[in-house]
């Protein structure tokens, strides 16, 4: 069983950037799509982007467009979601999410989630 584990988290000022990990110490994520959402307070889980097992990526919100990328590392068996130009309004919960299948904005398409991490944007 995938057990996902995300990190990197932390509290950041406006304008600032951070690096989102995740892996999983115990299986290989090659093969799988990895995908990125978060969840603010008082709102619904919200698709970020993916990058499939071939390097494929996928955008599924507006708002991070130009400010966020994701990439992945098979060396360390990683994936990274880099954070930039951050704003109060990327305050919330990160995951990230394993799928056998395709990437999706669904997150009834990922199987497998990490714990996630807390990102606050305040100054």
């Known amino acids: 069983q995938s057990q996902l584990v995300e990190s990197g988290g932390g509290l950041v000022q406006p304008g600032g950037s951070l690096r989102l990990s995740c892996t999983d110490p115990?299986?290989?994520?090659?093969?799988?799509?990895i995908g990125w959402f978060r969840q603010a307070p008082g709102k619904e889980r919200e698709a970020l982007l993916c990058v499939n097992s071939s390097g494929g990526k996928f955008f599924y919100a507006d708002s991070i467009k130009g400010r966020f990328s994701v990439s992945r590392e098979k060396s360390q068996n990683m994936i990274f979601l880099q954070m930039t130009s951050l704003k109060p309004d990327d305050t919330a919960v990160y995951y990230c999410?394993?799928?056998?299948?395709?990437?999706?904005?669904?997150?009834?398409?990922?199987?497998?989630w990490g714990q996630g991490t807390e990102v606050t944007v305040s100054s």
């Open positions: 115990g299986f290989r994520l090659d093969y799988y799509a």
């Open positions: 999410a394993s799928t056998w299948t395709s990437c999706s904005g669904y997150s009834s398409a990922f199987g497998s």
